[in-house]
């Protein structure tokens, strides 16, 4: 089963059977509050995710996030949240700091 944790959200796991969603649709389906300025469009990079492990279980890059890590808006290690699915096993995430809400506690 495909299991996203989010490290610094004291590792909060999320659990799902459906791998035709975008990530960030499994986050806020599961109560998390994530940035995402353009309305999930893959306009701009709020709602990046940084991988701690899992990338290889995380479908194709799209042309969006190929266009801006072309522009050094997105490390090796980031995707959008918007853009990604998880297609098998476990992803470990954080949130990066720039996206981070005042209003949340995060764990590191």
């Excluded at 098998?88 to 005042?102: C, S, T």
């Amino acid at each position: 089963m495909p299991r996203i944790i989010i490290q610094n959200l004291e590792n909060f796991t999320i659990d799902s059977e459906n791998t035709d969603r975008k990530v960030i649709e499994l986050i806020h389906e599961n109560g998390i509050d994530w940035m995402h300025a353009c309305g999930k469009k893959g306009r701009c990079t709020s709602c990046k995710m940084i991988i701690l492990e899992g990338q290889e279980n995380v479908s194709e890059e799209t042309e969006r996030e190929t266009f801006f890590r072309q522009q050094n808006r997105l490390l090796p290690n980031e995707r959008l949240t918007c853009q990604s699915r998880l297609l098998q096993g476990r992803l470990i995430i954080k949130v990066a700091d720039i996206n981070k809400f005042p209003h949340l506690k995060y764990s590191d």
